[in-house]
């Protein structure tokens, strides 16, 4: 669905561009959406990108996972998930299968309180998303999921480098 009118359509590489340049500002936006949640819900917006990371998992998940979840060290998400469970976002529960592993999910009370700050932002993205036809949709839906793949493969990729000189 495009909203633009425009006198002469596009070349792929224009639209390339166009897409690049509007992928930046998406997630440029999208980071401040983060932050402006984070802030509104008095939390680190790496806590906030841990709860909803943990929201979409259907089971508890072990501390390592909540590392290659959020792209922290294995150190840092084990202080992430102390600062979570001390302020009560997370529960620990002992791993069925292995008694001296601690797995990690969200706390239902965490849970309804975030879902309770995303009423609004995620009402006006639904609202968006309902005026593309199903097969808009189906386009946009798996742009997303190819595009996540992409982006954890590409963060695999920077962090196993060495950092660029300054």
């Not at 009118?5 to 070349?11: A, D, L, N, P």
């Not at 897409?19 to 008095?42: C, E, F, P, T, V």
Request: proline fraction near 4%; glycine fraction near 6%; charge should be neutral.
């Amino acid at each position: 669905m495009s909203t633009r009118k425009e006198s002469r359509k596009e070349s792929r590489e224009e639209l390339l561009g166009r897409i690049g340049a509007d992928s930046q500002r998406h997630y440029a936006d999208y980071a401040l959406l983060n932050q402006a949640m984070a802030d509104r819900l008095g939390l680190h917006p790496t806590d906030l990108q841990c709860i909803s990371m943990l929201d979409l998992e259907s089971e508890p998940v072990s501390t390592g996972e909540v590392a290659r979840l959020t792209g922290l060290t294995s150190g840092s998400a084990t202080r992430l998930v102390d600062r979570m469970a001390k302020a009560g976002l997370v529960e620990r529960h002992a791993d069925p299968q292995d008694r001296r592993r601690q797995l990690v999910a969200l706390a239902p009370a965490a849970r309804e309180r975030i879902g309770a700050a995303w009423d609004v932002p995620g009402a006006a993205f639904r609202a968006l998303l309902e005026s593309y036809s199903d097969a808009e949709l189906t386009v946009i839906a798996d742009y997303l999921r190819r595009a996540s793949e992409v982006g954890r493969e590409q963060a695999r990729r920077l962090n196993s480098e060495p950092p660029q000189a300054r």
